[in-house]
């Protein structure tokens, strides 16, 4: 149960129960008896757009948005998501990039045999192309450029910079049933 005393704290509630609002979205039907599995269970219900998970083994609650890619955002808009979803600095003040990790976009360098490659960036790792379902996953082709302390190099558009090897290329190869 959260043992959170609803009938003193402001802060944490309204209309008699848990005020817990994520992604301007309010989690209705929480109260202090609730358990973590109910909690989980609203807050995935919801439209808030996030999928929430407690994590057992460090007894931290997590939260992933459900799209992908870069430029995704999770907003903890009340003082109880705050508390159970976000990080304390040193001072014990919530802060929303703490503990955060960004979702990035996928990066693909299609090469069409014709000498012209163009460069794909997409949302997510599933891809139509060209007719074809492409799923990528992983890391290969290259390596982002590093400086001598291992740092990654961002070009001017405030992008990691990609060193293509063609030695570690992926390759396959189709062609149109002209018959049909």
């Known amino acids: 149960a959260l043992g959170i005393d609803l009938s003193s704290d402001p802060e944490y509630t309204k209309n008699g129960e848990a005020y817990l609002k ?23 219900n919801s439209k808030a757009g996030v999928k929430a998970t407690y994590l057992d083994a460090t007894g931290q609650f997590m939260l992933v948005t459900n799209e992908t890619g870069e430029g995704r955002e999770i907003n903890l808009d009340s003082k109880l998501a705050q508390d159970l979803f976000g990080q304390k600095n040193a001072a014990g003040d919530y ?13 693909v360098s299609v090469s069409y045999g014709n000498g012209v490659t163009v460069d794909l960036e997409r949302s ?13 996953s992983g890391v290969f082709g290259g390596n982002w450029k590093t400086d001598a302390d291992g740092n990654k190099v961002q070009g001017a558009d405030g992008k990691d910079i990609w060193e293509y090897d063609s030695a570690e290329t992926v390759t396959f190869s189709a062609r149109a049933d002209v018959d049909k």
Do not use: Q
């Open 22 to 44: 994520i992604n301007g979205v309010e989690i209705k039907g929480i109260n202090a008896d609730s358990s973590i599995k109910d909690i989980i269970t609203k807050i995935n």
């Open 95 to 107: 802060e929303a990039d703490l503990g955060v990790t960004n979702g990035k976009n996928a990066l």
């Open 124 to 136: 997510s790792n599933t891809f139509n192309l060209e007719g074809m379902s492409v799923t990528v």
